[in-house]
């Protein structure tokens, strides 16, 4: 996470007005500028991105109820073998002890806005003539830069992300698109099995309290969730961001969060170097920058075989992944991944410039296609609640 020197090849920035991808402006007619995604354009030297620093903590609990606290952090007690005896059985429970946090419910920014109201005395800028109530030019979740991280490389999936500015801080909420509440809608009962298995997996390699085992017989609830507020800086950007954490290891390398978080994936098994390099590609990029971002130092993956068991368990160390990729022309770059993310976070800045959280610009994206935005004024599109805004302007601070 070192300082590095600006990317030779990056893009300025917005591309004016092109008809489509790499065309040209129609004459004689405006249209608003956009931002071109092709890998080659940021192909440099990887940014300066500050080491993220914790800034606070918080948990959801079972009724998906907000807690200024740690009480849902869970503890890494992994087996004592790569290859666990009696086997992890990822399967079990999927009937009967499964409690799924409802999907259909767009939580947007709302527990992340909670814990900044709560703590809005120690984020104040300090001697800022802007008078900003939050110091950060950024405050989103983890998981809407992740995407952004993803994207030059990205062939399936787009997004839709909701900007405003207010009181001098652009905050990013992301929008389910159509394609992906249809995806959600139709989820197939295989696809939502492998998703608990995830969930499952968690419960093998975690305990309630830092000397305790693993219980994988209880409720796997998916409303419970302990999440990590860091600040760090990509390029002159500041970020506020919130992540949900699987666990903490305390006797780890790295005792202090958020270095000390542990990441939980589970994967298919992986029987030949194809499968292997096909993963390095297509799926350890996302895994990266999820823990990445936050400065997550370990990721543990189980790799499950067709029974649902976990036939072994392999460690990434996240500031180590490049090297299993670099030898790979193919592959996917960390450093562009980064300075596409600093351009985008720039193009944020030159065209969500009127600060009113009733003003909402859509950014939109499509594999093959440039980052386009949309303008917004009215209800519809809102996402900053009422009482936050209120609460930030000075008024009274939410129940």
Same mark, same amino acid.
Request: hydrophobic share 35%; aromatic share 12%.
């Given at each position: ?18 008809a489509e991808l790499g065309g040209s402006p ?49 503890? #890494? ?10 086997? #992890?059985?990822? !399967? ?44 950060? @030019?950024?405050? =989103? ?14 062939s399936q999936e787009g997004w839709l992300l ?14 389910? =698109? ?5 995806? !959600? ?23 309630? =309290?830092?000397?305790?085992?693993? @219980? ?123 300075? #596409? ?21 859509? #950014? ?36």
């Amino acid at each position: 996470m070192e300082p590095g020197a600006r990317p030779a090849k990056r893009s300025s920035g917005a591309a004016e007005a092109p008809a489509e991808l790499g065309g040209s402006p129609k004459r004689g007619r405006w249209a608003p500028p956009t931002l071109p995604t092709e890998p080659a354009l940021y192909d440099g030297p990887f940014p300066f991105y500050r080491r993220p620093a914790e800034e606070g903590r918080f948990s959801l609990d079972a009724q998906r109820c907000y807690h200024p606290d740690a009480r849902q952090l869970r503890y #890494f007690a992994p087996p004592r073998a790569e290859r666990p005896e009696p086997a #992890f059985d990822l !399967r079990h429970g999927y009937r009967d002890l499964y409690v799924r946090r409802d999907e259909g419910r767009r939580e947007g920014l709302e527990h992340l806005l909670q814990w900044v109201a709560g703590n809005r005395d120690r984020l104040r800028a300090q001697g800022d003539a802007a008078g900003r109530p939050v110091n950060a @030019d950024f405050v =989103t979740w983890r998981g809407h830069l992740t995407k952004v991280l993803t994207t030059p490389y990205e062939s399936q999936e787009g997004w839709l992300l909701a900007v405003s500015l207010f009181r001098g801080t652009l905050y990013v909420s992301e929008v389910e =698109t159509p394609a992906a509440r249809q995806q !959600r809608e139709q989820r197939s009962d295989m696809l939502q099995e492998l998703a608990y298995m995830g969930y499952k997996f968690e419960r093998y390699m975690c305990a309630d =309290t830092p000397d305790g085992s693993p @219980d994988p017989t209880g409720v796997v609830n998916t409303n419970e969730a302990f999440c990590t507020v860091v600040r760090t800086r990509l390029g002159s950007h500041s970020l506020l961001f919130a992540g949900e954490v699987d666990c903490a290891d305390p006797r780890g390398a790295w005792p202090e969060p958020p270095a000390c978080y542990v990441e939980l994936k589970t994967c298919k098994e992986l029987h030949s170097p194809a499968q292997r390099r096909s993963f390095y590609r297509y799926k350890l990029i996302k895994w990266w920058a999820q823990s990445f971002l936050p400065g997550v130092s370990r990721i543990v993956a189980g790799f499950r075989a067709p029974d649902g068991s976990v036939a072994t368990l392999e460690t990434f160390e996240t500031m180590k992944i490049f090297q299993l990729i670099r030898g790979d022309r193919g592959c996917w770059k960390p450093a562009v991944c980064m300075n #596409f993310c600093e351009a985008f976070l720039a193009f944020l800045k030159k065209v969500v410039t009127e600060d009113d959280p009733q003003l909402v610009h859509l #950014f939109a994206w499509e594999p093959g296609r440039p980052v386009s935005y949309t303008r917004h004024q009215g209800a519809e599109h809102v996402f900053l609640p009422a009482w936050y805004v209120e609460t930030m302007s000075g008024g009274k601070s939410p129940d």
